[in-house]
């Protein structure tokens, strides 16, 4: 029922995605409020930004959590103003602090116990070093999408082309009519040629190739789309191929159990 209540699928497996981006994922634990009459209050759990949370642990071998910060911004929408909000969680409460543009520093406005006798935040990491899946080849990732940007930007220049004429001369007025019709007058020679950017396709496409194959191959994400993973492929070969991603997954499946 608490389960269900909490839609714990769902929330595990959001829990799953900020781990796999950020490193880390946290979810609060906290006691749902109720009117009287309502019937006894539920246990709630939610999984919070990574970006807005800072752990606070202690320097005993065991990196026992000592507290944790929870800071985001709340617009106001009578004034339309912004004000901080940090929460601060420990072993016995909750404070809350704001700030806003007409004060300075922080401004506690309410305590809350929450009676858990522990920081009610669990941890899930996506590894010791806290990376994402992403990080290790995020150089990979952002030279693949700067030559798929520079090919989109080639092919623009090559629709945009100057037309040259040659053995034509040009005055103020005309020269302001080439930037609009894309036309240059050359006093000199007589011909005429589209002026285009010459680029070798062939090893842009090359280099395109292999930066998708090292971005598989370093983020041990198997490219499916590969015809190594053709229907003739005999299982043992296939789960060779998959041994990196088995072995990725088990760390990540041993983390998240300690979570939970």
């Known amino acids: 029922m608490l389960f269900e209540y ?51 642990y202690d320097d005993t071998i065991e990196k026992n959590l000592l507290a944790f910060i929870r800071y985001y911004s709340v617009k ?23 700030a806003n543009q007409t004060t300075s520093g922080l401004t506690l406005v309410e305590t809350t116990p929450h009676y858990f006798g522990m920081v009610p935040v669990a941890i899930y990491k996506n590894n010791e070093e806290l990376i994402g899946d992403f990080e ?13 940007s520079d090919t989109v930007n080639d092919f623009d220049y090559f629709v945009d082309a100057y037309l040259a004429l040659y053995g034509f001369t040009a005055d103020a007025e005309d020269i302001v009519k080439m930037k609009e019709n894309r036309v240059l007058l050359m ?66 499946e041993r983390k998240f159990k300690r979570g939970l």
């Open 6 to 56: 909490n839609d714990e699928a769902d929330e595990n497996a959001e829990l799953a995605k900020l781990a796999s981006i950020y490193g880390v994922a946290y979810e609060l634990l906290y006691m749902e409020k109720q009117d009287e009459g309502m019937g006894r209050p539920m246990l709630r759990f939610h999984a919070l930004d990574t970006r807005e949370c800072i752990p606070i």
């Open 187 to 252: 006093d000199q020679g007589t011909a005429a040629e589209w002026l285009i950017k010459n680029t070798d396709d062939a090893n842009v496409e090359n280099m395109k190739i292999r930066l998708d194959k090292d971005i598989h191959k370093f983020s041990h994400c198997p490219d499916m789309s590969d015809e190594n993973f053709a229907g003739n492929s005999s299982g043992v070969a296939i789960q060779y191929k998959l041994l990196g991603t088995e072995n990725l997954i088990s760390g990540k």
């Open 76 to 98: 106001e929408v009578m004034n339309d103003k912004e004000k901080l909000v940090v929460e601060v969680a420990t072993a016995t409460d909750i404070k809350r602090y704001e």
């Open 136 to 148: 290790p080849v995020l150089s990979l990732i952002d030279a693949y999408d700067t030559m798929e």
